[in-house]
């Protein structure tokens, strides 16, 4: 992705926020967007996503560790 780009949407999502809170939300949603997307890309170029996961939300209770 070109830089500009990365600037230019970081503009736009910048316009929104008023407190260092306001930072922490987005940038934990960021991160979790970003690792949930990773780890379905991943799961899905294995072949272990199915008809019944479509979703890393949808496995990841069943590797919670007991």
Same mark, same amino acid.
């Given at each position: 992705?070109?830089? /500009?780009?990365? %600037?230019? #949407? ?12 306001? $930072?922490?939300?987005?940038?934990? /949603?960021?991160? %979790?967007? #970003?690792?949930?997307t ?7 170029d294995?072949? $272990? ?18």
């Amino acid at each position: 992705m070109a830089e /500009a780009t990365i %600037k230019g #949407m970081a503009a736009e999502l910048a316009k929104g926020l008023k407190t260092p809170k306001d $930072l922490n939300q987005i940038t934990a /949603a960021f991160k %979790k967007f #970003m690792i949930e997307t990773a780890v379905n890309t991943e799961l899905s170029d294995l072949g $272990l996503l199915t008809a019944s996961f479509h979703s890393v939300e949808q496995i990841s209770p069943l590797l919670a560790p007991v």
